[in-house]
């Protein structure tokens, strides 16, 4: 009887080992083409068996390295830079006495005054200025003699007078602008009138200079 199990036992395991190498050359496969592993999760390799027949499942460090492909870099957008801010660049500045436009202390314009002014809005205009690109500032200054108040006030009347006939005379409203800068720009220093500063009326003379409208021209560029 025993004899008989042994011959069965024998016979089953030939059936097995029959199977095995059906499968996956190399290795003992089951029945359902499954690699036969021990109970160390090892491949059973057959007498067949050669390095160049490893599987992953099986022999995974023995099969060769494979190329690790980097992803594609994200496209990167292209920097689109922002336009750059036009900035206005003085190219003149005519300076009119205030005394050939103005009365003492008053902001009509005098006919003298009118006349120069004339004379500047024709050589304005006959430079034909693009009104685009370009602007014109009236500013008006006065001497250091009053009140600060009431000399920033007189002089944004006075530019703001001499502007106004600038447009009547044909300059683009649109173009020009005008401002009081008061007594805070002058062209004399303290020490150039120290010695008459107790006389009013050589006082006044002294400072003449600094009694003045300028007509600034800017042309506007990119930068």
């Not at 592993?37 to 023995?62: Q, V």
């Not at 005098?110 to 004379?119: M, R, V």
């Not at 500047?120 to 001497?143: P, Q």
Request: aromatic share 4%.
């Amino acid at each position: 009887m025993q004899k008989m199990k042994r011959t069965l036992v024998a016979l089953a395991m030939s059936a097995i080992a029959v199977s095995a190498y059906a499968g996956k050359d190399g290795y003992a496969t089951d029945p359902r083409a499954a690699v036969v592993k021990n109970n160390y999760g090892e491949c059973w390799r057959t007498s067949s068996w050669s390095k160049d027949k490893a599987i992953e499942e099986c022999d995974a460090d023995l099969m060769p390295k494979k190329e690790v492909v980097a992803p594609a870099p994200a496209p990167v957008a292209p920097v689109v830079e922002a336009p750059k801010p036009a900035v206005p660049v003085k190219m003149e500045s005519l300076t009119l006495n205030a005394a050939a436009l103005f009365d003492l202390n008053k902001s009509t314009l005098k006919d003298e005054g009118k006349q120069a002014l004339d004379a500047v809005a024709g050589v304005l205009l006959e430079r034909k200025y693009d009104a685009s690109k370009t602007r014109i500032n009236v500013v008006g200054h006065t001497d250091r003699i009053g009140k600060d108040e009431y000399n920033q006030k007189l002089s944004e009347e006075r530019a703001a007078s001499a502007r106004a006939h600038l447009v009547e005379k044909g300059i683009p409203e649109g173009m020009i602008t005008s401002e009081g800068k008061g007594e805070s720009s002058p062209v004399t220093q303290p020490e150039d009138c120290k010695k008459v500063l107790k006389n009013k009326k050589k006082l006044v003379e002294c400072y003449a200079p600094d009694r003045r409208v300028e007509v600034e021209i800017y042309a506007t560029v990119q930068q």
